[in-house]
């Protein structure tokens, strides 16, 4: 069955640092999401992408991040300068084009210190 | 603004037992309700996903049912094994539907043997 993939599975890195999280959605899937869970908290949303572009974004989706479909498979979620309190587990969603489930990836554990 | 809350946070029940799990959401105009899984450090596994206009959904041992004008979810395992010790999420589209989804907390169940 196809499933959604993230790489890496965990990233540490340093207050500051450039981080590029990968994601392959699903091949037929058009929409694409990343979301994001902090460690005890609920699961948040962060942007969504469809046709080249963001098509919506949170308040937490500041100027710091930014979304990428470099290609005909990938999706990417860079975020620029790193803080401590971007520390939590990234997760990528994808759906098709008229259907309503979103499916996820297993998620980035990124670590900032 | 949609706020999602589910109750019981934990659960701990014996094997073989049937259990209901609860999910509440403050504006009623929703689209779908979708349940999902989530394992320790992993990702979202969907579960269901019940349409605005149903009342119920199942899939073998789950069946989800949805009250909207209640603000209300119910997601019903019945003979629980361990094997289903897990968090388990609802989360809706916001009135717009503009496709990001805004998730409750969860309920993490422990089914013991």
């Known amino acids: 069955e196809p499933e959604v993939t993230q790489t890496p599975s965990h990233q540490v890195t340093q207050m500051g640092q450039e981080v590029i999280l990968r994601c392959v959605p699903i091949?037929?899937?058009?929409?694409f999401y990343w979301y994001r869970q902090i460690l005890g908290q609920k699961v948040e949303f962060l942007v969504s992408?469809?046709?080249?572009?963001?098509?919506?974004k949170s308040e937490i989706f500041d100027d710091q991040f930014s979304v990428e479909r470099p290609d005909g498979s990938n999706f990417t979620l860079k975020i620029r300068s790193t803080k401590l309190e971007d520390s939590a587990m990234y997760f990528c969603?994808?759906?098709?084009?008229?259907?309503?489930?979103?499916?996820f990836g297993p998620g980035t554990r990124l670590l900032v210190l | 603004k949609q706020e999602v809350t589910q109750i019981p946070a934990a659960l701990s029940v014996p094997e073989g037992e049937n259990l209901v799990l609860n999910c509440s959401f403050t504006d009623s105009a929703i689209y779908n309700l979708q349940w999902f899984r989530q394992d320790p450090g992993k990702g979202l596994t969907s579960l269901l996903l019940?349409?605005?206009?149903?009342r119920e959904q199942t899939s073998g041992r789950l069946n989800a049912s949805l009250d909207k004008s209640s603000g209300r979810s119910t997601l019903y395992i019945a003979a629980s094994q361990p094997g289903d010790s897990a968090t388990y999420l609802c989360a809706v589209p916001p009135a717009s539907n503009t496709g990001k989804l805004i998730f409750g907390q969860g309920t993490t169940l422990q089914v013991k043997p």
């Open positions: 091949s037929n899937h058009l929409y």
């Open positions: 019940i349409q605005s206009s149903q």
């Open positions: 992408f469809y046709n080249n572009e963001i098509s919506e």
């Open positions: 969603a994808s759906r098709e084009w008229g259907q309503e489930t979103q499916y």
